[in-house]
């Protein structure tokens, strides 16, 4: 607000009426810089982007669990664990809950709440895969995808900017990930849905494998993942993955001697 006012005294100063609305302007960029850093989110607006978010997960967690014409106990059972994770208040796991039912009611229409993601967090990558991410584990909560399911996990993804090789792509690794969650390697297929977890083939060199490893491991970082508006409750579900992918990948090394 200093620099604001400082900007207004000046420009009218020097220029007038006119000098102090651009005084006004750019007083305004020096305090916002000031306050916020270079590249930093505005915390109110990082707010906002947060409320959406949180909105969107819950609304089409609902969806999705009702797309085959019933919600399963172990869906239940998987939002439940999934905001205990996020070590919600009473007041904040009652509105999760509203916004789940609301989802889930037979002509609940979620093309705008998809829309108002699209519209305030469409332009983070990391947002929109975390989304998809949350979406595809709840899918596959019940040991497994119906095709009412899959089908409504393709539109949501089309709409985020998926095509359908990038979406199965990102489905295979989510479900390979998954059979690494709490850093167990129990499978006879181990090794093989460890490279599906990563995205990359056995025939990929060592460092496809690091670059491809790399990458899911700052997709998953907290401090990116924060700094773009998940939620900071909701950095604990990510940081499960990030454990998911560890595991597969220290087995890759392990296997090739890396």
């Given at each position: 607000m200093l620099f604001k006012i400082i900007g207004?005294?000046?420009?009218?100063?020097?220029?007038?009426?006119?000098?102090?609305?651009?005084?006004?302007?750019?007083?305004?960029?020096?305090?916002?810089?000031i306050?916020?850093?270079?590249?930093?989110?505005?915390?109110?607006?990082n707010a906002h982007r947060q409320s959406v978010f949180i909105e969107a997960v819950f609304m089409l967690m609902g969806k999705l669990a009702k797309a085959d014409g019933h919600i399963s106990q172990d869906e239940i059972t998987h939002v439940e664990d999934f905001m205990q994770k996020l070590h919600m208040s009473s007041e904040h796991r009652e509105r999760a809950i509203a916004l789940f039912r609301q989802g889930a009611e037979p002509d609940f229409d979620f093309e705008p709440k998809l829309n108002e993601f699209i519209a305030v967090c469409g332009h983070t990558h990391s947002l929109k895969q975390m989304l998809l991410v949350y979406l595809i584990?709840?899918?596959?909560?019940?040991?497994?995808?119906?095709?009412?399911e899959e089908s409504l996990l393709k539109g949501i993804a089309l709409r985020?900017?998926?095509?359908q090789l990038a979406f199965s792509k990102l489905l295979e690794m989510v479900l390979n990930q998954s059979h690494f969650a709490g850093g167990r390697v129990s499978s006879a297929n181990a090794l093989d849905e460890a490279y599906k977890a990563l995205g990359v083939k056995k025939e990929s060199s060592d460092q496809e494998i690091k670059r491809a490893y790399r990458?899911?491991?700052?997709?998953?970082?907290p401090d990116k993942l924060m700094g773009q508006g998940v939620p900071e409750d909701m950095i604990a579900v990510?940081?499960?993955?990030?454990?998911?992918?560890?595991?597969?990948?220290?087995?890759?090394?392990k296997s090739r001697n890396m």
């Open positions: 207004v005294l000046l420009g009218y100063h020097f220029f007038g009426i006119f000098g102090a609305l651009i005084g006004y302007i750019v007083g305004g960029i020096v305090d916002r810089y306050a916020y850093g270079s590249g930093a989110v505005n915390p109110f607006t584990v709840m899918a596959l909560s019940d040991g497994r995808m119906d095709t009412a985020l900017g998926y095509d990458k899911l491991i700052s997709q998953y970082h990510a940081t499960a993955q990030t454990q998911e992918v560890q595991t597969a990948y220290d087995l890759i090394k």
